[in-house]
């Protein structure tokens, strides 16, 4: 254990993250564990790791007794006198032992303890840099596509993150090298398992790529109610402005559609309704079954109504396969009974 040792561990920390006070804890114990497979596991150890003075101590520890009934943590008085005169019963007598005395089994037990740590370390660092980025939009390189499984292994910039097949768009393909935005829904605290879970299918993206294209968002004047979707066919968002002089519809879709072109480009092609709030349950039906014409809702209880719509706009208030109005349903958290006048 010399300066390199210190070294190593200041690179670690500097390149790998991985605190320089868990390092020390690891290799304490792994050095612990080293000895004790010389000495036997009854044996009384500490170890002294001085990243200041770039020093490594490890001692045994015995304690002074009137008679030895086990050496490996026992010593008699008289040794113990031999030692220091200081030394009275019941007092622990410590000697130095030197770790390259250590026969190479163990020190490769130490080793294999050392490695395991440094992975350890190494996940807990990325968990922590994921975990900042909880319910946040991070932008990844496509680094190899499994054509077995169709999961997409990501270059995150700090590690590498697998996109599973079904928290990707239904139908959208992707070529190595390709800048992708990816949600993360969850980091796996385990020591087990898949470190993040990543996602383009999950409603969140949406939400947040609105928060990050929109300025009215940003500064709080758009405020986002809601959001329902259905990944690579259609998405509806509810809306509401905070300052009767700004259109929070017209704020997201922009001028000529700038703003929400942006969003429908990385969400490849996918329709986006976007549809007035209100704190009225019946208008807020009303908007959320966009772009159907409503003629009236009526509210059949507190958490359902009835609509009823012209002729020729049924089949568009109802949607393919159901779509549309099953969106409203649950944009709106009410079950929409829709009929023809």
């Known amino acids: 254990m010399n300066k390199e040792f ?52 490890v001692y045994t520890q015995r304690e002074v007794v009137e008679e030895v009934t086990n050496p490996q943590c026992q010593i008699s008085l008289e040794e113990a006198k031999a030692i220091s005169k200081r030394n009275t019963i019941g007092k622990m007598v410590e000697t130095e032992v030197k770790t390259k005395n250590l026969r190479r089994l163990s020190a490769g037990a130490a080793k294999s303890v050392i490695i395991q740590a440094i992975r350890e370390g ?52 992707f070529v190595p090298g390709q ?22 299918s999950h409603q969140g993206l949406v939400r947040r790529m609105f928060e990050l294209e929109i300025p009215e968002i940003q500064d709080g004047t758009v405020l986002i109610k809601g959001v329902a979707r259905e990944a690579g066919s259609r998405t509806k968002i ?36 976007i549809v007035n709030y209100s704190e009225d349950p019946e208008e807020y039906v009303a908007a959320a079954l966009s772009p159907a014409e409503v003629i009236s809702v009526e509210m ?34 009410m079950k929409i009974d829709i009929k023809s006048e």
């Open 6 to 57: 210190f070294v190593a561990l200041d690179l670690l920390e500097k390149e790998k993250r991985i605190p320089k006070e868990y390092m020390i804890e690891k290799i304490e114990l792994a050095l612990l564990a080293a000895i004790k497979k010389e000495y036997g596991s009854s044996a009384l150890m500490r170890v002294v790791i001085d990243p200041v003075k770039e020093d490594v101590k």
């Open 238 to 273: 509810s809306v509401m402005s905070r300052d009767a002089d700004v259109d929070a519809v017209g704020a997201c879709i922009g001028n000529g559609g700038m703003r929400i072109s942006t969003i429908v480009n990385e969400l490849r092609g996918e329709k986006i309704d």
């Open 122 to 173: 190494e996940r807990k660092a990325m968990q922590d840099e994921y975990e900042s980025k909880r319910e946040e939009i991070i932008t990844a390189t496509v680094s190899r596509v499994d054509s077995t499984t169709g999961n997409v292994v990501l270059e995150t910039g700090t590690s590498h993150a697998v996109l599973l097949k079904g928290e990707q768009i239904p139908g959208e393909t």
């Open 300 to 333: 059949t209880g507190e958490r359902s109504c009835k609509v009823i719509v012209d002729e020729d706009q049924l089949s568009l208030a109802i949607g393919k396969e159901g779509q549309n109005a099953r969106l409203a349903a649950r944009l709106t958290g």
């Open 179 to 200: 800048k992708i935005k990816v949600f993360v829904i969850e980091v796996n605290k385990e020591s087990r398992g898949p470190l993040v879970t990543l996602s383009r």
